[in-house]
């Protein structure tokens, strides 16, 4: 497997930050952590939640008394 290990990366024209437009795929058990949170965009699957949810935008087929009663359920 390769490595590739660097200390920054940046755009083309070194003004902002990397767009991956065919994609980017990581091994299981990565992380990833970015200063300030983490944009994602598209079908994002996980296998553990952590947290009680109550932040969650764009969830129009679960109610939020549904959402909030998951939480203590598990």
Same mark, same amino acid.
């Given at each position: 497997m390769s490595v590739l290990?660097? !200390?920054?990366?940046?755009?083309?024209?070194?003004d902002g *930050?990397?767009?991956?437009s065919e994609g980017l795929t990581f *091994? %299981?058990?990565? %992380?990833? %952590?970015? *200063?300030?949170?983490? !944009?994602?965009?598209?079908?994002?699957? *996980?296998? %553990?939640?952590v947290g009680n949810g109550l !932040?969650?935008?764009r969830t129009d087929s679960v109610s939020h008394s549904k959402m909030v009663a998951l939480t203590y359920i598990t």
């Amino acid at each position: 497997m390769s490595v590739l290990r660097v !200390n920054q990366i940046t755009n083309k024209d070194d003004d902002g *930050a990397v767009e991956f437009s065919e994609g980017l795929t990581f *091994a %299981s058990n990565t %992380s990833i %952590s970015g *200063a300030g949170g983490i !944009n994602l965009t598209g079908i994002v699957t *996980a296998t %553990s939640f952590v947290g009680n949810g109550l !932040n969650l935008t764009r969830t129009d087929s679960v109610s939020h008394s549904k959402m909030v009663a998951l939480t203590y359920i598990t």
